[in-house]
């Protein structure tokens, strides 16, 4: 849930801010981290914590998110929701599977290979994520 609400603050603000610069980027990354390492809150993302959130997310227990599941859960106005939902639905099909919304995600934050992802690798991916989709929707 907390990925959600993180999620809806940062598209929210990219809505309301075109093109915004690298800093105001980290500043919307800055709290994601923390809402996220909660299971243990020890400084580092495992990928339990990354799965289980993908799992309360699939309110019809089907293995994927649907754009309906990802927009109840993220309550992101409709204009915004779609480029986050079409960059993790790497296959195009319309929904997002475990390996598209967690293990890809993670391997690509996991610069370091040590299986867990760092504050610095969380800001670096979600921070790139972002320059991303405010240079291409903004």
């Known amino acids: 849930m907390q990925l959600?609400?993180?999620?809806?603050?940062?598209?929210?603000?990219?809505?309301?801010?075109?093109?915004?610069?690298?800093?105001?980027?980290?500043?919307?990354v800055d709290p994601g981290f923390q809402s996220l390492d909660i299971n243990p809150k020890d400084g580092l993302l495992e990928h339990d914590e990354l799965s289980k959130l993908f799992d309360m997310r699939d309110t019809d227990g089907n293995g994927n998110l649907s754009?309906?599941?990802?927009?109840?859960?993220?309550?992101?106005?409709?204009?915004?929701?779609?480029?986050?939902f079409d960059h993790f639905d790497t296959d195009h099909n319309g929904v997002l599977s475990k390996d598209e919304f967690?293990?890809?995600?993670?391997?690509?934050?996991?610069?370091?290979?040590d299986s867990e992802v760092s504050r610095h690798e969380f800001d670096h991916f979600y921070t790139q994520l972002l320059h991303h989709i405010n240079q291409h929707h903004g």
């Open 4 to 28: 959600v609400i993180f999620s809806c603050l940062v598209v929210f603000a990219i809505g309301q801010h075109h093109h915004l610069n690298n800093h105001e980027l980290q500043q919307l």
């Open 67 to 84: 754009r309906e599941e990802f927009g109840a859960h993220t309550g992101l106005d409709f204009l915004f929701k779609d480029p986050l």
């Open 102 to 113: 967690v293990e890809k995600p993670f391997a690509e934050m996991n610069q370091n290979g």
